[in-house]
């Protein structure tokens, strides 16, 4: 099974910057995609980036022209670069990875098997 375990979060303030990380064991790009979620307090989770096998990239509206993602394929290690931080980016950030199908939505949780344990970012 794939395992991701996310790191770098903690608190910024507005118009600050933060790097988060992703190590994949067991993923194999090609076979899987993956993702960033994130879950502000009390409301539902939102896809925010995702790399698809074919390399795509696909960033959220939300936060498109603030983050970036980076995926390095030998380490299996999935960043995203946060800048320019707002207070409604405050929320708990997940990794997730997931098999591809005929059809699905790269940004859509419901399309991602493997899920990591989640790091909070706060921005005040």
């Known amino acids: 099974h794939v395992q991701l375990v996310e790191s770098g979060g903690g608190s910024v303030t507005t118009g600050g910057s933060l790097r988060l990380s992703c190590t994949a064991s067991a993923y194999t790009h090609g076979r899987h995609f993956i993702g960033w979620f994130r879950q502000p307090p009390g409301k539902a989770r939102e896809g925010i980036a995702a790399v698809d096998i074919d390399n795509s990239t696909v960033i959220a509206k939300s936060v498109k022209g603030r983050f970036t993602v980076s995926l390095d394929q030998v380490k299996n290690i999935f960043d995203l670069q946060m800048n320019n931080l707002k207070p409604e980016d405050t929320a708990v950030y997940y990794c997730?990875?997931?098999?591809?199908?005929?059809?699905?939505?790269?940004?859509?949780?419901?399309?991602?098997?493997?899920w990591g344990q989640g790091t909070q970012v706060t921005v005040s």
């Open positions: 997730a990875a997931g098999h591809p199908r005929s059809e699905y939505r790269i940004l859509s949780s419901s399309y991602y098997t493997y």
